[in-house]
């Protein structure tokens, strides 16, 4: 069996440096699968289908798409990757207040269990401002996210958010 990482997020929506990350992740890891948390503390702005679909059609026509997976996470992330089953939980850093979080979380899941390992992977710099969050936040305030985030993401953020 080969090596497989789970790469967890919200992805509301996906952008070009989740893409990054995962080609990377992909460098180190034959498999990677997407999971798209389901989280009651969150209010998303796609529905947890409506991002799944958009990773979906983002990674279509890309290369490394046969070694990507994507799915919905509901509950506890280690039990879901003891469930796959992988071994390491990908995660990306931008800044050092991404680290505390992180490694915070990190720590939790290496109590609930120890067999699990993450693995930090550093946002490329052409990426480092971007997150959803703020792709949502320019998108409302008319600004472009062209090259930012793919193309039809793009689309449909300017449909959910563009005012009449």
Known sequence: MGSIAVYP???DPITNGHID????????????IIAVAVNVGKEPLFTA???LEMIKESLADHPLRDRVKV???HGLLVNYVQSIPASTIVRGL???SDFEYEFQMALMNRKLNAEIETAFIMTGMRWIYISSRIIKEVVRSGGDVAGLVPDGVAMK???????P
């Open 49 to 51: 289908k409506e991002r």
């Open 71 to 73: 799915d919905l996470l």
């Open 94 to 96: 931008r800044a050092v």
């Open 157 to 163: 953020l300017l449909e959910r958010l563009s005012h």
């Open 9 to 11: 997020g919200s992805f």
């Open 21 to 32: 990350l995962l080609e990377r992740a992909l460098k180190m890891f034959d498999e990677v």
